[in-house]
């Protein structure tokens, strides 16, 4: 079983960029998916999360990035995405992608929720 995140770059404050998260090895269709990150110097953080089709297809983003930041899951493409939009140099940090089954709705943004994660993906938004 393998997370592999993609899409990070160099942007610009307000420039977009879309992460996408490949799961192979089996399907993650009943599952929890999510999006944490570690900015530079600090410990990892909740993003965002999207529960599966069959628990309400729920999104929870944590403040900071609502209203920018859209989680979605291609189900058929095994991947899911993260669009990030208006980016601002405080997005500056390694994103991870994880996966995790049985989450209650309080402990979506809980790291120890998740038992698959991906290797990361460095995003450097430039003011």
């Known amino acids: 079983v393998q997370l592999q995140a993609s899409g990070g770059g160099l942007v610009q404050a307000g420039d977009s960029l879309r992460l996408a998260c490949t799961v192979s090895?089996?399907?993650?269709?009943?599952?929890?998916m999510a999006w944490f990150r570690r900015p530079p110097g600090k410990e990892r953080e909740f993003v965002a999360s999207?529960?599966?089709?069959?628990?309400?297809?729920?999104?929870y983003y944590t403040d900071s990035v609502k209203g920018r930041f859209t989680i979605s899951r291609d189900s058929a493409k095994n991947t899911v995405y993260l669009e990030m939009n208006s980016l601002k140099p405080e997005d500056t940090a390694v994103y991870f992608c994880?996966?995790?089954?049985?989450?209650?709705?309080?402990?979506?943004?809980?790291?120890?929720?998740?038992?698959?994660w991906g290797q990361g993906t460095l995003v450097t938004v430039s003011s």
């Open positions: 994880a996966a995790g089954s049985g989450i209650i709705w309080s402990q979506q943004g809980n790291q120890q929720s998740y038992s698959y």
């Open positions: 090895g089996r399907s993650f269709s009943t599952h929890t």
């Open positions: 999207l529960r599966s089709r069959s628990s309400g297809s729920n999104t």
